[in-house]
């Protein structure tokens, strides 16, 4: 027996010790089964779950969310408490007010800055069609510029045809010759006759509203911020909606960049609150108040993820219970390319697109997509920016572009 008891005591104190460790175990396995999948945060939504049921990254306090199918009955706002509405902008002070350009030297900044900035699309045709002999290698090679540049196919056919013709016609070629009709198709393209007037003109009882809309990354709630410096260097009454409630700290970026310039942001204390409820005190709230304009923040998403895009229309049709939603502008960053302009289509068929704005438009190869979104989708390129600076954002002006990367 005593020679038994050396070898039993180790294990019997192995026992000890794994009979402790085993409600902790279990405790442990039952957190991980219960504790919700860490969600990705470009997909702040698992489009499987539900038709779009929120995928917290740690566990909130049961809500009602309202349907995307229940909006056209009555909206319930259960939860609305969380949501900050300012009556006024007191209490901003902490932030100096700044002066925001006006409209007018913006447009002339833009344009000084897109003339020297090194693009391809106007200094190579003007090379090409400067040429002493213009033949078919050349023709290829004006065609091939023009696709770089993402023009698209379509209206580069449509372009080299026009150019075909009046050189032939034309016949002796010096460089003002080529330049004056080089800018003449371009501003076709451009189409200088789409109305690129953002309807941000305050109705006889209501704000105007517009929402700013995007995939993730190009800068929307920047361009929020910027568009909002516009308004106010125009003596427009402004609030903004932040119902980006997905991005950590999107609602205190936009509140700074309002902050900058006097205006109030309406926003959510809650982590992932539904960003239709933040959307709709906003707008309620600039009714309220009598503003002149309320725009809406929203969350980035992809434009193949289904559930993202179902919540985004379901932020739209919520903000009509109050009020028309007058400008929806979809955020696009130029140097993406054809791929922008997938994004473009997808978006115009959940929320009916009415101006874009280009952001990163330095002048660079990717200046063509101008004119392929706009063909495509029948949209105007409303605004465009060329910088990160506060006031590098301006209205789109055809001629001022064409003229500028024609230098």
Known sequence: MNDILPILLPILAALVVLGALIPVLMKTRKNITNYPGKRDENDPVRPGAGGGTLVEDRPAPPRERVSPDAVDGAVDLEG????????????????????????????????????????????GLLALLSADKIDENVWDEVEETLLLADLGTEPTLQLVDALRERVKVL?????????????????????????????VERHADKPAVVLVVGVNGVGKTTTVGKLARVLVAEDKDVLLGAADTFRAAAAEQLATWGQRVGVATVKSDVDGADPASVAYEAVKAGIDQEVDVVMIDTAGRLQNKTGLMDELGKVKRVIEKLAEVDEVLLVLD??????????????????????????????TAKGGIVVAIQKSLGVPVKLIGLGEGADDLAPFDAESFVDAILN
């Open 80 to 123: 609305l408490e969380t949501v900050e509405v300012p009556d006024n902008v007191a209490g901003l002070e902490t932030v100096p007010v700044e002066t925001p350009l006006p409209v007018a030297g913006r447009l002339v900044r833009l344009r000084e800055r897109l003339v020297k900035s090194n693009n391809i699309l106007g200094k």
């Open 171 to 199: 016949g002796t070629r010096s460089p003002e010759q080529v330049k004056a009709l080089l800018r003449e198709e371009l501003i076709k393209l451009v189409d200088p006759t789409m109305d690129r007037t953002l309807r």
């Open 334 to 363: 130029a140097t993406t390319g054809q791929n922008g302009l997938n994004q473009a289509r997808v978006f115009a068929e959940v929320v009916n697109i009415t101006g874009i704005v280009l952001t990163k438009l330095d002048g």
